[in-house]
């Protein structure tokens, strides 16, 4: 926490607590909900300022550090919108991004509609748009319901007051991660739900609770029990309730939120667009009402996609090619597969569905260009980040994930959007697991392209021809552990390797070194006292098609998931075996090769592909050569890759 600086402004007389990271020139703005402070938002907040964006999260008056009001019974949703409205013109800050939960995502919607020039876009968890208006809740659930009870000046002071604020804030972070709404019977009150030996939620440290403890110990909990409990019948003169900016709710499907009266259906018939209508909606499986703390990584990963999405929009908004504006047209789920949450990137709505393997160290984003166009062409567009990669789920031992794992996962994800039958498209190691796949479940595949190899028949992988000594582009001869799949950084005969090399670097720098790496037309092969990061001097820069941004994304999500999975696939599995009896793929394929592609280096690959033995496994294979293409051709040259893309696929639709 040592990143996040606090400031005190001063509004109205009273001083206000100002937590805040990052200095990036777009700005995001986390409002918090109840029994929080700015604390509830620590894990976001770092990782939007890694991500390029400037992190503030006020304490509401009355909470946390932050003063309160003279007369706490009096205060209101106005006087938050107010202090926010207050805080945005001392720190000069003109537009913003919101992000809410709980009763926060109220004051972040009415602060949208009564100043709109004032924000960029809201995000919401676990709380959707409702629109301004009398309080009806109460009126469909018992008298113990908890807002009902809370709602009733002098009953929860009394209540909370048998407890110090600690065993409060502990008891109610117990009762709001339960599925169910907090009810008290007749004879009861809310805190008596809780028994005293219930363990805290596993992801809530006891130095959370006592952080939490010590500032609600001090606040009290007088002003948050008017705001929100006691001020839900508050009235705004607001003619249309329409938010017309960007919007994402995060739902998670165990937040007891979801099982108020109406709620389900509200969100998932799609009324609530009604209101909100750019509005994405993200249901998390596991997810509780404190999901940003529950699954900070999965959370931060989803935050920052609609982040990078809009604020690219804005800043490119004049350049048609920018991969930004693409960014807009995909949407984003999570399919449960095998008790893990594996991500689905998906755009358009055609008949027939392409789906996108990626590669290392890729994730579905590197498809971002290729999903769009096969979308604008009438195809539907799928791209899974594979479990361990991404915003996936990572295994629960990464270092027995397979390529079997991968299939069976691809097989899960096709029957759960009912995919009868799908074109396949790979690049680096993808390709292993697409013509895998096509010799597995042949019924499933009607074509496959590739980027870069063929088709590699099933086994271990042979490239012990490949010399122990390298020629340098100086003429320099020295002795080399062969490859970098080889070089035991990279390959099972040394576990831990790798992961030392990586190590000394941050996720983005790992990310640079590799695409640069592998952007070169030789093959990445380090001397006897260098690791594979050595090869890459910080001052290299990066490729001219990927850019800062590009570079930002992947490595956020490589922040997420690490590389533990990504080192054992492809890396530490090369010589898994399939007991495939005749590995004949018998479905037509493209295999679009680079010239400049390292992987065309590897011993008897060039051979293989212009002899033609290449189809004596793959039969129907059409090849095309692209002299100036590297490893990421794709990303390199899009509107190629494209065309070639389309061309294949509507001669065979």
């Known amino acids: 926490m040592d990143q996040i600086k606090h400031n005190f402004i001063n509004v109205q007389g009273l001083n206000l607590h100002v937590a805040e990271t990052g200095t990036g020139p777009n700005t995001?703005?986390?409002?918090?909900?109840?029994?929080?402070?700015?604390?509830?938002?620590?894990?976001?907040?770092?990782?939007?300022?890694?991500?390029?964006?400037r992190a503030i999260a006020p304490d509401y008056r009355g909470y946390g550090l932050s003063d309160p009001p003279p007369q706490p019974e009096k205060a209101s949703y106005k006087d938050i919108i107010a202090d926010l409205l207050a805080i945005s013109d001392a720190l000069g800050l003109a537009k913003v991004f919101l992000i809410a939960k709980d009763f926060g995502a109220r004051p972040a919607y009415l602060f949208a509609l009564l100043h709109p020039e004032r924000?960029?876009?809201?995000?919401?968890?676990?709380?959707?748009?409702?629109?301004?208006?009398?309080?009806?809740?109460?009126?469909?659930?018992?008298?113990?319901?908890?807002?009902?009870?809370?709602?009733?000046?002098?009953?929860?002071?009394?209540?909370?007051?048998?407890?110090?604020a600690k065993t409060v804030v502990r008891n109610v972070y117990i009762l709001f991660s339960r599925s169910d709404i907090p009810i008290a019977a007749e004879n009861q009150e809310i805190m008596d739900l809780v028994d005293a030996s219930t363990p805290l939620p596993p992801w809530f440290t006891e130095e959370d609770l006592a952080t939490y403890g010590a500032l609600y110990e001090k606040s009290g909990f007088q002003t948050a029990l008017k705001i929100p409990y006691r001020s839900m019948d508050e009235?705004?003169?607001?003619?249309?309730?329409?938010?017309?900016?960007?919007?994402?709710?995060?739902?998670?499907?165990?937040?007891?939120?979801?099982k108020f009266p109406g709620m389900e259906e509200y969100i998932r018939s799609g009324k609530v667009k009604d209101f909100v209508p750019d509005l994405e909606i993200l249901h998390l499986p596991e997810g509780s009402h404190f999901v940003q703390e529950q699954s900070p990584g999965q959370v931060n990963q989803l935050i920052l996609?609609?982040?990078?999405?809009?604020?690219?929009?804005?800043?490119?908004?004049?350049?048609?090619?920018?991969?930004?504006?693409?960014?807009?047209?995909?949407?984003?789920?999570?399919?449960?597969?095998?008790?893990?949450?594996?991500?689905?990137?998906?755009?358009?709505?055609?008949p027939n569905t392409v789906v996108f393997l990626h590669g290392f160290p890729e994730i579905?984003?590197?498809?971002?260009?290729?999903?769009?166009?096969?979308?604008?062409?009438?195809?539907?567009?799928?791209?899974?980040d594979y479990r361990g990669y991404g915003l996936s789920d990572p295994p629960p031992q990464p270092e027995k994930a397979s390529y079997k794992d991968i299939i069976a996962d691809l097989l899960a994800i096709f029957d759960a959007l009912g995919l009868a039958k799908v074109f396949l498209i790979a690049k680096d190691f993808g390709i292993r697991t697409a013509y895998l796949f096509a010799l597995l479940h042949p019924e499933r595949v009607s074509r496959i392209i590739t980027l870069g190899a063929p088709l590699i028949p099933t086994g271990p992988l042979h490239l012990s021809p490949f010399p122990k000594a390298s020629t340098y582009q100086d003429g320099r001869q020295q002795q080399c552990d062969v490859s970098y799949i080889f070089n035991p950084s990279m390959f099972e005969q040394e576990p831990g390797r790798a992961e030392a090399d990586f190590g000394r670097l941050d996720a983005k720098t790992v990310v640079r070194n590799i695409y640069i790496l592998f952007s070169r037309s030789d093959v990445?092969?380090?001397a006897e006292n260098q690791e594979i990061m050595d090869l890459v001097d910080a001052s290299t820069p990066l490729p001219p098609w990927f850019t800062e941004e590009d570079l930002a994304t992947y490595g956020a999500l490589y922040e997420k998931s690490g590389f533990q999975t990504a080192l054992q696939v492809p890396y530490r599995s090369v010589d898994e075996k399939f007991n495939i009896a005749e590995p004949i793929v018998k479905v037509p394929a493209l295999c679009i090769i680079s010239d400049k592609d390292f992987a065309l280096k590897f011993p008897g690959r060039e051979e293989y592909m212009r002899s033609g033995k290449v189809k004596d496994s793959v039969p129907y294979l059409e090849t095309i050569r692209l002299p100036e293409g590297?490893?990421?051709?794709?990303?390199?040259?899009?509107?190629?890759v494209n065309q070639l893309f389309l061309a294949f696929l509507n001669k065979h639709v």
């Open 630 to 640: 590297t490893h990421f051709v794709q990303e390199q040259f899009p509107q190629q």
């Open 524 to 526: 990445p092969i380090a």
């Open 305 to 350: 996609a609609f982040l990078h999405k809009h604020f690219c929009l804005k800043k490119t908004v004049d350049s048609p090619l920018s991969h930004c504006l693409k960014m807009d047209q995909i949407q984003h789920k999570f399919i449960t597969v095998q008790g893990l949450n594996v991500h689905v990137a998906e755009t358009g709505t055609g």
């Open 235 to 258: 009235n705004f003169d607001i003619a249309e309730p329409i938010v017309k900016v960007p919007a994402l709710f995060i739902m998670g499907d165990k937040d007891y939120v979801l």
């Open 119 to 164: 924000v960029s876009g809201v995000i919401t968890l676990g709380v959707p748009f409702v629109p301004p208006g009398p309080y009806q809740y109460h009126n469909y659930l018992p008298e113990g319901f908890y807002i009902s009870r809370w709602g009733e000046p002098g009953r929860a002071e009394a209540d909370f007051g048998r407890l110090d």
């Open 28 to 53: 995001v703005v986390f409002l918090h909900g109840f029994p929080e402070i700015w604390y509830s938002w620590r894990h976001q907040m770092v990782a939007v300022a890694k991500a390029g964006f």
């Open 364 to 384: 579905w984003y590197s498809w971002r260009h290729q999903m769009v166009a096969v979308a604008k062409a009438g195809f539907r567009a799928i791209a899974p």
